[in-house]
């Protein structure tokens, strides 16, 4: 083996050892497959370049296009034009997995599921980083900058697993594949070069490799030193949100989540394509307003709105008594079937609030705060099934407006405000307010404010819950139902009124029968007051025609509808029927309706179809033009290298000289430079310090000729020695036959791939790119002979004008 074949080997075992970091990322390994293969793909389409002498600017571009292509193969095949060929299907598709990818790192923990689009930007970064060190190691031969891609991937790896003392456990790989690596370049270098002289021609006393072993200490260090500095933060895949870890049996544990509920809200309603979070079927009479509602941010801490780190507890059945629920106060009960997706996988179990009993298995707890049911030891909700029995508490304005103060503990708790908050916030609550005697009236006066016209619902706004965004959102008055609930919920703690924010679906769509789908575009967050005699109450800062906000009915009891508005109620009717347009038979409430409730966004006329079909036709036909001139490109240096054969070796080639009587000077070296060639396409690469005798000899040795073809090279060298220093000796014999000879059994010794390779991918033909880059050469060299003359011309002409134009006249 040679020593660059083993740097290649080295290169791609580093990389290999240094991906094993990333495994506590996932909770299945099978991905890991993946990468490894591209990492060999990467590996072996370096070396092939390699082996073909291709310009060392090209060598990095084919091997992520080979990396992209096995990516692509692996991951979205059913999507490419007869599995194999990538086009425009493809592409589409792997768009959307990173798509899908960056909402699963939002809304998922470390470990995360092994979902598709996980899986593509795992292994492809993996596979990116074989392409970089290969480059870098082997391709460049800098094998001590390589480190900077392994670190990189040694420090992501670990810093978002969170590995602390455990980091050693993967360290250890990491850093043995790089110093092998090291060790692999030391020995390439001293087989070049052996001592290394310095620009004065001074053999220096130290070893090649000694720099790289110093800039590889260095490395190493920095790969300890980093992850142990980087901060812990707590959004999404970058670690848990408001704790970490539950307790076991039937004690009590913090709070755990594997979904950032603000990142996961803003990722689902930036989705393309909405897709199904859940489906539930329900006998509320007032099912157009249920929400289904997983959990309560209740910490304002200055940074933003949380979750606080509260105990959990065994999950009872029937769940407590609403607290602070009087007799006075009307309540129903309503009945829930929920079936959740596969889309949706949280440790929060969705349900409408407050929730009463439940029919549910698998490992849950509860949560007495914010009455939400947890999961514990790893339950997720996906693909979960559950009854739920429900309240439907139904206050009036009169008893709202009424309610008394709230308990001292639950205001002291829920009335805490950060000294960041900008005094503007309470400033703009009073002047809201004014002319108000009561903490319902008050609330009432809020939330028409944000839902007046001055708002605008926007979801291209950066989501943020904390001071600076709130006072940015009450100067832009543009957001969504992030901002309206965080910024009503902070001016209502100004105001003395218990607030909290909480997340969860608005009631979705309905498909009749009390059923309802619910899909990304539902998430939602709106605030939750206090009051005292009912508990916590919903209201909705949200215009309407956000996420399907609907507003509550007890806040506009003395509201007049508008004339042909109708109060939104269940309907059998499937709501994605409806159309957009306006129509004749059919109008949508302003109030209490969502976007998806009057139009079906998935909707698509008949002339788009024929639009598709003529779009994907012609992606179809560039997808074919693209392969087809990508196939000549290939054919290029195996066409030429045809021709080039033919043109040396070809009828009238080696007929009698014009002055030698056999053949020309030309004629023969033409022949030596076929069968040196000819020896490089199998496998045997030139060595130009030898004679001609001598390069037979390495020929036969390495090619194992036998005695007749060794005689048939033989005869070729001896014919060039005499062209080349005994210009006086008779005429050659043709040595067509004697080429060709040579070159059959050079081919019987190569075996199939050595073959196959010659025809198709001949390292010979590096010698077109070398005519090429001679070609360019020589044209900027001309270009730039010309424009000095240019320039000289016009410098003399210059020179010329000054003198006439200051009277010095011609000189001799």
Request: glycine share 10%.
């Amino acid at each position: 083996m040679t020593t660059r074949a083993k740097l290649t080997l080295c290169a791609a075992g580093a990389t290999a050892l240094t991906a094993l970091c990333l495994l506590p990322l996932m909770t299945t390994n099978g991905w890991i497959a993946q990468a490894f293969l591209l990492v060999a793909v990467a590996a072996g389409a370096g070396a092939g370049l390699r082996r073909i002498v291709v310009q060392s600017w090209a060598v990095t571009p084919v091997q992520l296009l080979a990396v992209l292509y096995v990516l692509m193969l692996t991951s979205v095949r059913s999507s490419m034009l007869w599995g194999v060929v990538p086009g425009g299907r493809a592409l589409d598709a792997v768009g959307g997995l990173i798509t899908d990818a960056g909402t699963d790192l939002g809304q998922y923990a470390v470990p995360a599921p092994a979902t598709p689009g996980l899986r593509l930007v795992l292994a492809g970064s993996v596979g990116l980083i074989a392409v970089l060190v290969d480059a870098l190691a082997v391709t460049h031969r800098r094998a001590a900058a390589a480190g900077l891609p392994l670190l990189a991937l040694y420090s992501v790896g670990c810093g978002l697993s969170g590995a602390g003392a455990e980091a050693w456990v993967w360290f250890v790989p990491a850093a043995g594949g790089y110093l092998m690596l090291l060790q692999a370049e030391g020995q390439d270098r001293l087989s070049r070069w052996g001592r290394v002289f310095s620009g004065t021609g001074r053999a220096s006393t130290n070893a090649p490799v000694h720099s790289g072993h110093r800039v590889g200490v260095v490395a190493l260090v920095l790969a300890l030193a980093v992850p142990a500095l980087l901060p812990q933060a707590g959004l999404g895949l970058l670690g848990g949100v408001g704790g970490s870890g539950t307790g076991g049996g039937s004690g009590t544990g913090s709070r755990v989540t594997s979904l950032n509920p603000v990142v996961a809200l803003t990722e689902s309603l930036h989705r393309a394509d909405p897709v199904q979070m859940l489906e539930y079927s329900t006998d509320s009479p007032n099912a157009a307003q249920m929400y289904l509602r997983i959990g309560a941010l209740d910490d304002f801490n200055g940074v933003d709105w949380r979750f606080s780190d509260l105990p959990l507890q065994p999950r009872p059945n029937p769940l407590p008594k609403v607290s602070g629920l009087s007799s006075a106060v009307a309540v129903s009960q309503a009945r829930t079937e929920v079936a959740v997706s596969e889309n949706l996988r949280t440790d929060w179990l969705p349900m409408p609030y407050p929730a009463d009993r439940l029919t549910l298995s698998g490992q849950w707890k509860y949560e007495p705060e914010s009455r939400s049911v947890v999961g514990d030891k790893g339950q997720k909700t996906d693909g979960v099934r559950y009854d739920v029995t429900s309240l439907d508490v139904q206050p009036t304005a009169e008893q709202l407006r009424s309610a008394g103060p709230a308990p001292d503990d639950l205001s002291a708790r829920y009335l805490q405000l950060p000294d960041t908050l900008p005094p503007q916030v309470a400033q703009t609550a009073v002047e809201v307010t004014a002319g108000t005697s009561n903490a319902f009236d008050r609330a009432v006066a809020l939330q028409e404010w944000f839902t007046s016209p001055e708002f605008h619902y926007d979801t291209d706004i950066e989501a943020g819950t904390g001071p600076r965004a709130i006072l940015t959102f009450l100067r832009d008055r543009r957001g969504f139902c992030v901002h309206f609930a965080a910024t009503m919920a902070a001016m209502a703690r100004t105001l003395g009124i218990p607030a909290r924010v909480a997340i969860g679906f608005t009631p979705g769509t309905s498909t009749g029968s009390g059923t309802f789908v619910v899909r990304s575009t539902n998430y939602h967050a709106w605030p939750e007051l206090y009051f005292a005699g009912t508990g916590w109450v919903r209201f909705e800062p949200t215009p309407p025609a956000g996420q399907g906000a609907v507003v509550p009915s007890y806040t506009r009891e003395e509201i007049t509808p508008a004339p042909g508005a109708t109060t939104a109620q269940p309907t059998d009717e499937p709501a994605d029927t409806a159309s957009s347009a306006p129509s004749d038979g059919a109008s949508c409430a302003a109030v209490g309706h969502g976007v998806e409730e009057c139009a079906d966004p998935l909707a698509t006329p008949a002339s788009a179809g024929r639009d598709e079909a003529w779009w994907v036709s012609w992606r179809a036909l560039a997808a074919f033009s693209t392969v087809g001139l990508a196939l000549l490109l290939l054919a290029v240096p195996a066409l030429w290298r045809v021709a080039l054969r033919r043109r040396r070796l070809g009828a009238g080639r080696h007929g009698p000289g014009p002055d030698r009587g056999g053949l020309t000077d030309a004629q023969v070296l033409a022949a030596w430079q076929e069968l040196i060639d000819s020896a490089w396409d199998l496998g045997i690469p030139p060595d130009d310090a030898r004679t001609p005798r001598r390069t037979v000899d390495r020929i036969a040795d390495l090619g194992e000729l036998d005695a007749d073809a060794r005689a048939a090279a033989g005869r070729v060298a001896l014919a060039t020695e005499q062209v080349l220093y005994a210009r006086e000796a008779g005429s050659p014999a043709p040595l067509a036959a004697d080429v060709r000879a040579a070159r059959d059994a050079l081919r019987s010794s190569a075996g199939r791939v050595g073959r196959v390779r010659a025809v198709l991918l001949p390292p010979s033909a590096a010698r077109l790119w070398w005519r090429a880059a001679d070609r360019v050469a020589a044209v900027r060299g001309a270009g730039r002979d010309r424009v000095r003359r240019w320039r000289d011309a016009a410098g003399r002409a210059g020179r010329r004008v000054l003198r006439r134009s200051s009277g010095g006249g011609p000189q001799a």
